[in-house]
């Protein structure tokens, strides 16, 4: 993804800067050109030489090479680069970034670039969290630079908190992504996922099979091509991985309507692929119902109907896409299902084909279009199923959609 990009590495004075050893053997590994600056204190923590081995390229410290007099040109430095990367980013150095000071060549490069510049600080925790520090991202922010924010942990001074500089690999998938828009950037998705758990009493439920690796699958696709993902789940046991995923646990088909629709206006559309309970317990027991001689009988009350609600409230810059897992008559019950809900197509599969639904890896679907249209797919993984679901969700006329708030 960053084969033949010009990429300046900048290294400042930290402890952190050894990480940026990893981060340039990434980038060249990735196929980049890498060019090097240091600030003259950055040489205190790391050796030139260590850099300049690895970015095979001499590393540059100063504004004129004093072996020779040639003059390292931030001009051309600033013309020559696809991206500007300054990790790790010390305190002192985004102060004199958001102020405009220009007393290194690093600064003095990053005053005259003209491609996409992008920051990883790394500094103490009560740095990072003081106010002063904060109106300076903040400000960086507004100018368009992207700011991998720190991690959490262990720090130089012995202190635990936010500060540590992030790892180069996240780094490089970072800056892989803002050198590479994806079809999805910028949009923000609703994804349903998992089963619902309807209360009998507090040890009991209504509930069913699913799993919730479709919808977590889901959630992987569109996050790696771009989108903030609002992951809203059952009881399931599965982890997300993508940072750009945020998820939200819930029991019952009630907790889930109230956060998907409370959620969905600041969407960009939403994929309802959690198998929600159509019924539930008219009344929970308090405690635990004692098995007797006579036969139990439940009240079952219909839930509300996520789908349809987010079908209502869908705007003509919005898009939802629904499920429907059927046992007969699949196709005329999820083309029924399209149209009551409003959905702008539907992914149907059915119990029927063998190694395809609940609690399988794999999946089969049809996806099927309010003007007749459909497409077949044949029985393929769960993950690359949901990578054909995102490519087609790509291909919907997305431009058109509002830029929202970030979650």
């Keep these: 993804m960053l084969k033949g990009k010009h990429i300046i590495v900048g290294v400042t004075g930290s402890i952190a800067a050894y990480k940026a050893a990893l981060l340039i ?5 990735e196929g980049a050109e890498v060019r090097v600056i240091m600030t003259p204190l950055a040489k205190e923590f790391i050796s030139p030489l260590t850099l300049a081995t690895l970015a095979k390229c001499p590393i540059l410290t100063d504004f004129f090479d004093p072996t020779t007099g040639s003059w390292n040109s931030h001009v051309d430095l600033g013309l020559w680069a696809d991206a500007y990367l300054i990790a790790p980013a010390t305190a002192n150095t985004v102060a004199k970034m958001a102020q405009g000071i220009a007393d290194n060549l690093l600064l003095t490069t990053y005053l005259s670039a003209r491609c996409p510049v992008m920051i990883a600080p790394a500094m103490d925790l009560d740095m990072f969290a003081h106010p002063v520090t904060q109106r300076n991202l903040s400000a960086l922010r507004e100018l368009g630079l992207a700011v991998m924010e720190p991690a959490a942990g262990e720090l130089a001074s012995g202190l635990d908190g936010k500060g540590r500089m992030e790892e180069p690999e996240g780094i490089v998938a970072r800056l892989s992504d803002l050198l590479n828009p994806k079809p999805l950037s910028g949009k923000k998705i609703l994804i349903t996922a998992g089963p619902t758990y309807e209360k009998i009493d507090p040890v009991r439920f209504v509930g ?3 799993s919730g690796k479709m919808g977590f699958a889901l959630a992987e696709a569109c996050a790696r091509r771009g989108a903030e993902v609002l992951l809203i789940t059952g009881p399931v046991a599965l982890k997300t991985q993508h940072p750009a995923i945020r998820r939200m646990d819930v029991e019952s088909a009630a907790e889930m309507h109230r956060l998907a629709t409370d959620t969905f206006p600041d ?17 929970q027991a308090r405690q635990k119902l004692k098995r007797g001689k006579d036969a139990l009988m439940l009240e079952l009350l219909p839930t509300q109907d996520i789908a ?7 705007t003509g810059k919005q898009f939802s896409v629904g499920f429907a897992l059927e046992t007969d008559d699949g196709q005329e019950s999820a083309l029924k299902k399209m149209k009551k809900k409003n959905f702008d197509f539907v992914v149907l599969n059915s119990l029927q084909d063998p190694q395809a639904g609940f609690g399988y890896d794999t ?22 199923v949901a990578e054909d679901i995102a490519d087609e969700l790509s291909r919907l006329k997305l431009d058109s959609l509002a830029d929202s708030p970030t979650i």
């Design 25 to 29: 053997r990434l980038l060249i590994k």
């Design 208 to 210: 069913n099979y699913s």
């Design 267 to 283: 969407m960009d559309g939403a994929l309802l692929c959690a198998a929600v309970a159509d019924f539930t317990p008219g009344k």
């Design 308 to 314: 349809e609600a987010i079908g209502r409230m869908k």
């Design 363 to 384: 999946n089969k679907i049809t996806l099927l279009y309010p003007d007749g249209a459909k497409t077949c797919f044949e029985l393929k993984s769960k993950k690359a």
